[in-house]
């Protein structure tokens, strides 16, 4: 059976334009509240600004052959166990017959500070994935085939996110491949270093400008990462849970 997608470009398009549309109604309300430290950190924390790609993966999961029932969005249901921490909150959770199917995390960040950004989302994504796969060793799921474990950002296309960032390393040199790389190019080098040490199934990387609240334009920057590849392994795997355990519990 052929895997549905879900027409998943004209619907990231969508999302693309509400991730930048909510991003500044939130400032908008600040403003009208009378807020005075309008910083670009409001518009990331104080709506669900991707909320359109949240629906975008639900429609995957569910034409994929899974019910809406298996799937769990309000914030009092998203909570995993882990084994350095007591719970961790996901994004989206797929649980289907007492089974974790599937776990994703969804991240955005935009300018104009990139770099301290930039370090804290890569210790976030490679100790969320620590603590889950350590919690899945440990028996926290019970007895079950891996989940799908994905995680994907959304980053600004900007100046200061396209441009060459020298290291600073006293001791020992970097790794060639961070040369003078953007930060663009360094959330890409993550997400295809986060698949290839089996961190996350899979992970993504798309960039937009802020002119995209408009045209709801979007780039991927790598055939390992970009969103096509991250749908097709969701669809893939929820294709394939579907196949296995049908009629078998």
């Given at each position: ?68 029932s298996d799937i769990?969005?309000g914030k009092s ?24 199917v599937a776990a ?146």
């Amino acid at each position: 059976m052929a895997l549905n997608l879900s027409n998943f470009e004209a619907k990231a398009q969508d999302a693309t334009k509400s991730f930048w549309g909510k991003r500044e109604e939130a400032k908008l309300k600040q403003i009208n509240a009378g807020a005075t430290d309008i910083g670009e950190r409001t518009g990331v924390t104080a709506g669900k600004n991707m909320d359109g790609f949240v629906a975008l993966m639900v429609d995957v999961i569910i034409g994929n052959g899974l019910s809406r029932s298996d799937i769990h969005l309000g914030k009092s249901v998203l909570t995993l166990p882990g084994f350095f921490r007591p719970t961790k909150i996901w994004d989206i959770l797929v649980v289907r017959q007492s089974r974790l199917v599937a776990a994703i995390e969804l991240k955005s960040q935009v300018g104009p500070s990139f770099g301290n950004n930039f370090n804290n989302r890569v210790e976030e994504a490679i100790g969320t994935a620590h603590d889950l796969w350590t919690a899945y060793r440990e028996g926290a799921f019970g007895k079950q085939p891996k989940p799908f474990v994905g995680w994907m950002i959304m980053v600004e296309d900007a100046p200061e996110s396209r441009r060459p960032v020298t290291n600073s390393s006293s001791h020992f040199p970097v790794f060639s491949e961070f040369n003078r790389t953007s930060y663009l190019e360094r959330y890409d080098l993550l997400c295809q270093k986060l698949v290839q040490e089996q961190l996350y199934s899979t992970a993504s990387i798309i960039t937009s400008a802020r002119s995209a609240a408009t045209t709801g334009v979007y780039s991927n920057l790598s055939a390992m990462t970009n969103l096509k590849t991250f749908i097709t392994s969701l669809a893939g795997h929820i294709a394939s849970d579907v196949a296995r355990f049908d009629g078998h519990q």
